[in-house]
């Protein structure tokens, strides 16, 4: 093994592929902004300068070890360089540390204590910005999932990395040259105007307060502290093995007892566990991909569990939306489940029961939102809080989490099994399916439930599986860089494998590396989360999701059967194309999977095919019913008419003669919502009442049967 010499010490090396990691392996913290091991050397900070003897000063982050190199990391000109770096970082940084959401965790205030740095000798003001009195640039907090702060960035092109060298989708930019050097969006639009997904990884490696998680804390302590509410939370699996990070515990030790435990004591009523709602996606995905397996269509299935990889395919590969299971996440099957069903058993209205997500997620927040996933115009889940608003919240509260004493979920949704637990480790939810889709197709009950052929942390995991007779091809991808290469060597015919089934998880190592975890630099800190999940699941009693008893329960309860009109109601949704477009963003249609975004000031906007289609055996033209979706109508509730339109074509089976769709502007925005029904243009329609509506459209269906009658006679 070769050897060099770090500090007059000898430091055996071998696949380390620079001296920063040999040194950092010899036990020396060398500081650091802007390396990532999984990201590429960029070595802009100048923090990890080191002497090598022949080669004067050094980037650790960018020189590859040699045999016999003589590496000095501390002296006086070294110490003096570090300092300096750090002065002129802070001397155009905004040092609003007491305020900034980072402080206590923030990599440039940890270095200036490390350093003693006391005060700053340079006047820095940032050339460029906005607001030229002040020298500030205006802080973007358009996404519902993160914040930016262009005044707390360091430059260190950690977040513009991680966007396109890992997630392959780049929104994020140096801009500009010299003194004016910003990272931005392409021409400094809101975040909310791109093509940002929502995953936070930007975040995750963020030293500073540059871009942090959007924090909803006030709202939840807004709805607790309202006696008409019942404040229901929901944790998710990744969290259990992450949050006691935040109090000093290891990566992957479980805390979920005294994370329920917590909750409770910040005034939550009750408090269920996601990975319940995890093994009812499994019962439902294994179902869907057993029955496209026997037809042969929409093949490969594609998991929807990732919000981010959703909206990542609803952008750029929208032909690819049908190979997308129709499954709602855990977190929205469980808000439907709640909001339809429990709430008015508990004595609720949906708008009273307020559902806390706890998710190791920011692009859960955009998930949220969507229109789509809603119960009579509420939103089926309420509000999303990350692994870091949590643990804000436990310790605003004071309570001493290391010493609380572990409590149980609430049931009937605090039951799990293993196959929901491993949701949160890349491959977790192909392993959940091949569970159950191994007695499905077999017929047969299975015993030993590990598939160790989609575990690991490689980005790109292939797996070939036989299930009884037949072999069952899988690819397991986390990172939406390789989301893209999957999907173009597939498209390009290059894949190795002809896949049944893709798993794709769009933050690094699956949920536990999800943006809103706590922030670690660690390179093994994933893999001991996952590790953490795959030790809960080999202790669960009941490992298989088929097999949970209260999940059986729900169907027979609630649903109707597993297969159910309301079963696809209520634990399924749609996907429609993503278009960048300023404005409203409305999906319209389940079935259809179609969405429209609804510009404010674009006065001619083109309409959009929504749920009607022309059945091929009808004879005579479909009645035309459209539904105005410009910004007034919208605020009024079009959508819910729009919905409810789409509801009572399919109950009276009229699909094939009724062409319903999205349009825009009538020149009625007073007297919305508005409706036109062949020739005739109807408004101030009830958003949750369009019988009136549904008789003019009876009306017209039998006139075009008089006239086809008289035509035939």
């Not at 055996?12 to 390396?35: M, Q, S, W």
């Not at 990599?107 to 006391?118: C, E, M, P, V």
């Not at 299935?301 to 499954?327: D, M, R």
């Amino acid at each position: 093994m070769p050897e060099l010499i770090i500090d007059g010490r000898p430091v055996h090396y071998d696949d380390e592929k620079n001296l920063l990691e040999v040194i950092r392996k010899a036990g020396i913290d060398l500081p650091t902004f802007c390396y990532h091991s999984e990201l590429s050397v960029y070595g802009a900070c100048r923090m990890c300068l080191v002497r090598v003897g022949g080669r004067a000063i050094v980037a650790a982050c960018s020189t590859p070890p040699e045999p016999g190199m003589e590496v000095v990391t501390e002296d006086r000109e070294l110490r003096s360089i570090r300092r300096l770096a750090l002065e002129l970082l802070l001397a155009s940084h905004d040092r609003d540390c007491t305020t900034c959401q980072k402080n206590g965790a923030c990599r440039l205030q940890d270095l200036a204590s490390r350093f003693g740095i006391k005060e700053v000798r340079f006047e820095g003001l940032r050339a460029g910005a906005a607001d030229a009195k002040t020298a500030r640039y205006a802080k973007d907090d358009s996404s519902p999932c993160i914040v930016r702060d262009p005044n707390k960035c360091i430059l260190c092109g950690d977040c513009v990395r991680m966007c396109r060298e890992v997630q392959g989708i780049g929104v994020l930019d140096f801009m500009n040259r010299g003194a004016d050097t910003v990272v931005g969006t392409a021409s400094m639009k809101p975040l909310k105007d791109v093509e940002c997904v929502g995953c936070g990884q930007c975040a995750s490696v963020c030293p500073t307060g540059a871009i942090t998680v959007k924090s909803e804390v006030g709202r939840v302590y807004e709805a607790i502290e309202d006696p008409g509410k019942l404040v229901i939370a929901q944790v998710a699996p990744a969290v259990r093995v992450a949050l006691g990070e935040a109090f000093g515990l290891e990566p992957g030790e479980p805390v979920m007892g005294r994370l329920v435990a917590a909750l409770r004591r910040l005034g939550f009523d009750k408090v269920f566990d996601t990975c319940f709602a995890a093994d009812l996606t499994v019962v439902e995905e294994t179902r869907e991909f057993v029955r496209r397996l026997n037809t042969g269509k929409d093949l490969p299935q594609f998991t929807s569990c990732c919000p981010a990889w959703v909206k990542f395919a609803e952008q750029y590969y929208p032909h690819l939306l049908p190979n997308i299971s129709t499954c709602r996440s855990p977190q929205q099957m469980l808000g439907s489940l709640l909001k339809k069903f429990y709430a008015p058993e508990m004595g609720y209205k949906p708008e009273n029961l307020f559902v806390v997500s706890i998710m190791p997620c920011t692009a859960k927040k955009m998930e949220a939102l969507r229109p789509e996933l809603s119960t009579g115009g509420v939103q089926d889940v309420d509000l999303v809080l990350t692994v870091q608003e949590t643990a804000q919240m436990i310790k605003e509260r004071g309570l001493s989490f290391g010493d609380l004493e572990e409590e149980a979920p609430d049931l009937p949704f605090g039951f799990a099994t293993g196959g929901g637990v491993i949701f949160g480790a890349t491959g977790g939810v192909s392993e959940a399916v091949l569970r159950y889709a191994h007695e499905l197709v077999t017929g047969k009950e299975l015993n030993d439930v590990t598939f160790h052929e989609v575990r690991g942390t490689k980005g790109i995991k292939e797996a070939a599986v036989r299930l009884g007779g037949d072999e069952i091809r899988l690819a397991v991808v986390h990172g939406l860089g390789n989301a893209k290469k999957v999907i173009e060597g597939i498209s390009n015919g290059e894949a190795e494998l002809k896949y049944h089934l893709i798993e794709i998880m769009a933050c690094p190592g699956g949920c536990v590396g999800g943006g809103g975890q706590p922030c670690s630099v660690e390179t093994e800190t994933k893999s001991k989360r996952a590790m953490g999940l795959y030790n809960i699941d080999k202790a669960q009693v009941v490992r298989k999701s088929q097999s949970n008893p209260f999940v059986t329960s729900v169907y027979e309860r609630w649903l109707g059967g597993r297969d159910g009109v309301e079963t696809h109601r209520t634990l399924h949704t749609g996907y429609g194309e993503k278009k960048r477009i300023r404005g409203v963003h409305i999906v319209l249609s389940d079935q259809t999977q179609t969405e429209v975004r609804a510009e404010e000031k674009t006065e001619k906007t083109e309409g959009t095919k929504a749920a009607g289609r022309v059945s091929k055996e009808a004879v005579f033209t479909p009645v035309s019913v459209s539904v105005c979706v410009g910004t007034s109508c919208y605020l009024k509730g079009s959508y819910e008419v729009f919905r409810h339109l789409s509801d009572e074509i399919e109950k009276a089976g009229l699909v094939g003669k009724v062409n319903l769709k999205a349009t825009f502007c009538f020149e009625r925005c007073s007297k919305g919502p508005t409706v036109q029904v062949n020739d005739r243009i109807i408004s101030g329609i009830d958003p949750h009442n369009v019988s009136g509506v549904m008789n003019l459209i009876y009306k017209e269906i039998r006139k075009a049967g008089s006239v086809l009658n008289a035509c035939e006679g």
